[in-house]
């Protein structure tokens, strides 16, 4: 060894044992100390310290009970597993165990084995889980088969209606696709010649005269088909017709008596119908439907079937035979004024409709309800052909193209959405107003622009195909409830919260 290495060596550690008699004396003295420290601390208002005792033995108690109850419940439930009986039949068994959703066959494994898994499983489940399996498989079908759209026989009137309906609508929609074809054998240059001066004209739109119409708000205001009157609805439950431009009292329509919801022309009147037979119909909050001539201030007929229910909006079907209201009690109807009778009671919204439009052929109608969606039915077989969904709000106005296929929503969440009944599906949405939108119209005859009235006091032309802002009418005090366009494009009529309607024409 070097003298540079150093050795160590372990200290050994020396174990005193000294008498037992002395280790306890000790004891019982640091004892008596520790009592005399615990005493003047709690003199001193210091409360003596918390000694954590020891939760080993109590901690392995538990583990031991537990352990032991899963162990009694092991062999309870082996027990009754030897009680369970399970049919030997090896197609049932297989037919059993696909209904509690296990394989039906493992590998390896024989018919004494599986029957012995699906009596193991049974104990653990129950004995009647494939009985309660199977009663929850029923209602689940039950339940899938009360979604499904359902038919059930209707009257000999409403199929009197749909085979006049598809007799009326088809060589209607024949000539409106023929004048579509001619319409686009146009020049380019002709077409925008056009536009251009149609765009130009409602560029000059500005007020022409204001009346007012009643001492409470005019809720609804329409054009007749020869623009040539305009009839007005008030929330005094009074109806009138006034003449245009002159905007001069012509008739009074009493026999509501609260507020209107709305009046609508028969699409005839004015032009090839007599003045005696039923011209007009409007519609009011308790439910009540009147017919009304052109003549007298008496309703001629009252259409009965709605009340409770308030009645929001009507529409005259083209023919004029049917008309269409909108119910609060989540359906519309369609009455036959011929047969005298209500030929369709239609569900399927989820909240109350509140506007309806019916197609130029007279086939299908859009309805749009407060639960933000609109639908388009098929009048001819009863079939919802389209479901609108996009809205956020309550959906207040809605309108059919001319072309046949483009329809037109205002909504309660500021936007007006076009959708393409070809397509299904919504072609371009318009931010339009800062307030709930209360009502649309398309231009009547070709369509080209689009005018919207809203809360904000304010109603908007748009151009058709791009949607862009034409021309913002301004001059109501109160929120706009109502709009219209008059059939030879001359005038816009806007009715009002603050008692007033207004026509509006190009300087």
Not at 393 to 415: C, P, Q, R, V, W
Request: hydrophobic share 30%; net charge negative.
């Amino acid at each position: 060894m070097s003298d540079d290495e150093v050795s160590y060596a372990k200290k050994i550690k020396t174990i005193h044992y000294g008498s037992l008699e002395d280790a306890e004396r000790a004891r019982l003295e640091n004892t008596h100390d520790d009592g005399k420290s615990d005493t003047s601390d709690s003199d001193s208002g210091v409360p003596p310290p918390q000694h954590e005792g020891n939760n080993e033995y109590m901690e392995l108690e538990e583990a031991m009970s537990r352990d032991k109850q899963a162990l009694l419940e092991e062999f309870e439930r082996r027990k009754k597993a030897r009680s369970i009986n399970v049919s030997t039949d090896d197609g049932e068994v297989k037919r059993n165990l696909r209904q509690l959703g296990e394989p039906i066959c493992l590998f390896g494994e024989g018919p004494a084995e599986r029957r012995s898994r699906l009596r193991d499983i049974l104990s653990r489940l129950g004995e009647d889980s494939v009985i309660r399996r199977e009663a929850e498989e029923e209602r689940k079908l039950y339940e899938k088969d009360q979604e499904q759209t359902w038919y059930h026989e209707g009257p000999e009137s409403l199929r009197i209606a749909r085979l006049w309906l598809a007799d009326y609508s088809l060589p209607r929609a024949k000539a409106r696709l023929a004048e579509a074809r001619s319409l686009m054998e146009l020049p380019a240059t002709t077409k925008t010649a056009k536009f251009q001066e149609l765009q130009k004209k409602l560029q000059q739109m500005a007020i022409h005269s204001s009346q007012i119409g009643d001492n409470r708000p005019i809720s609804y205001c329409t054009f007749s088909p020869n623009s040539k009157l305009l009839a007005t609805a008030s929330w005094s439950g009074l109806c009138k017709v006034w003449s245009v431009p002159d905007c001069e009292l012509k008739q009074t329509l009493k026999g509501h008596a609260c507020n209107v919801g709305a009046i609508v022309f028969h699409p005839k009147a004015t032009i090839s119908q007599p003045e005696n037979v039923c011209n007009m119909a409007s519609c009011a909050a308790d439910g009540s439907v009147k017919l009304w001539d052109l003549k007298g201030e008496e309703p001629i007929a009252d259409i009965e079937g709605h009340i409770p229910h308030r009645v929001s909006r009507i529409s005259f079907h083209p023919s004029g035979r049917f008309l269409g209201t909108c119910c609060f009690d989540n359906s519309w109807r369609l009455w036959d004024l011929e047969q005298c009778t209500e030929v369709l009671h239609q569900e399927g919204h989820v909240k109350p409709v509140y506007c309806m439009s019916f197609q130029t052929d007279g086939s299908v109608c859009a309805s749009g309800g407060l639960d933000s969606f609109g639908r388009v039915w098929d009048l001819r077989t009863g079939r919802c052909i389209m479901f609108m969904e996009g809205h956020l709000k309550a959906i207040y106005g809605i309108d059919f193209s001319s072309n046949g296929y483009n329809i037109a929503t205002a909504s309660e969440d500021n936007s007006c959405k076009i959708w393409d009944l070809r397509k299904r599906a919504s072609l371009y949405t318009i931010p339009a107003h800062n307030n709930l939108i209360s009502d649309v119209k398309y231009q009547k005859e070709d369509g080209n622009f689009l005018v919207t009235a809203s809360y904000d006091g304010k109603v908007k032309i748009w151009t058709n195909k791009t949607w862009q802002p034409l021309k913002t009418l301004s001059g109501h005090d109160g929120k706009i409830m109502s709009c219209d366009i008059s059939a030879d494009n001359n005038y816009i009529a806007t009715s009002s919260y603050d008692r007033t309607f207004k026509l509006w024409g190009p300087e």
